[in-house]
């Protein structure tokens, strides 16, 4: 069987998503813990690579089992393996031919930024502390100019080797609740540390530093050093995979 699992987890003491010889990550330990209660050697297939200490509510993964587990039982059958800040909540058969990564059409990612004087202990772990003065309405002007088809090699962190920079921006929204500020973004794919980048950037807009009209011009240059920074992975989840 092929099945598809749904995986929250709180990526504070790991090193990322994909499996490492000299680092504990998310991979390795859900392995093991589906090979405890299978019997078998698991090769999971996630649908996103995140980075150390970003989190997710929504990652989805794949494996290939024997297993005589009723599928219905089997979140409660791996989570009896799993540590507290790992969770499947749902599992499912789906055709030889789903592939975790390969098969999604789009993913949503939100980063939270910590908007006030003082840092809550509650988002010490799940946000970017940030106590200046921001200015909602810019940031949301700036937003739209990311919405569509572009390169976003000014937004790409460059430790990446990647050759085909081109992604789509499916939306791109900006909330603020009481002190936190959230950005949410939908794409057919990212680059490494974009997110991260366009929040930064966005930032920047939000105190001054950028104008919203600039973005065009940003995207387009191409040129990593004229966008904002990158912001920390702790404020960082991967919220959603979309399937057909």
């Known amino acids: 069987m092929n099945i598809k699992i749904e ?7 790991y090193h990322g998503w ?39 509510r929504g990652q989805v993964a794949n494996f290939h089992t024997n297993t005589r587990i009723p599928v ?5 059958a791996i989570n009896s393996q799993l ?27 939100t980063y939270n930024i910590y908007n006030s004087k003082y840092l809550s202990p509650f988002y010490r772990n799940y946000s970017y502390f940030f106590p200046c003065n921001v200015l909602i309405p810019s940031m949301k002007k700036a937003a739209e100019s990311f919405v569509g088809e572009h390169d976003f090699s000014a937004f790409m962190s ?43 950037t966005l930032l920047m807009v939000g105190i001054g530093k950028i104008e919203p009209s600039e973005i065009p011009d940003i995207i387009r240059s ?19 995979v979309i399937y057909d």
């Not at 499996?19 to 813990?33: D, H, I, P, R, W």
């Not at 800040?85 to 789903?98: H, L, N, R």
């Not at 191409?222 to 989840?237: E, M, Q, S, V, Y």
């Open 222 to 240: 191409k040129d990593r050093k004229r966008a904002g920074p990158t912001l920390p992975a702790n404020g960082l989840f991967l919220e959603k």
């Open 158 to 200: 460059s430790q990446s080797s990647v050759k085909n920079t081109v992604r789509t921006v499916k939306r791109l929204e900006i909330t603020k609740e009481k002190d936190l500020i959230t950005v949410e973004i939908e794409a057919n794919g990212f680059l490494y540390n974009m997110v991260r980048i366009i929040a930064g």
């Open 18 to 56: 994909q499996k490492q010889k000299n680092s504990l990550t998310v991979q390795e330990v859900m392995e093991k813990a589906i090979g405890e209660i299978t019997g078998e050697e698991i090769k999971l297939i996630g649908a996103g690579r995140t980075d150390a200490g970003v989190h997710a």
């Open 83 to 109: 540590p507290p800040d790992i969770v499947v909540k749902s599992a499912e058969i789906v055709p030889e031919d789903f592939h975790a990564r390969y098969s999604a059409k789009s993913k949503v990612y």
């Open 7 to 13: 995986i929250e987890y709180d990526g504070t003491n």
């Open 72 to 76: 219905e039982r089997l979140p409660y």
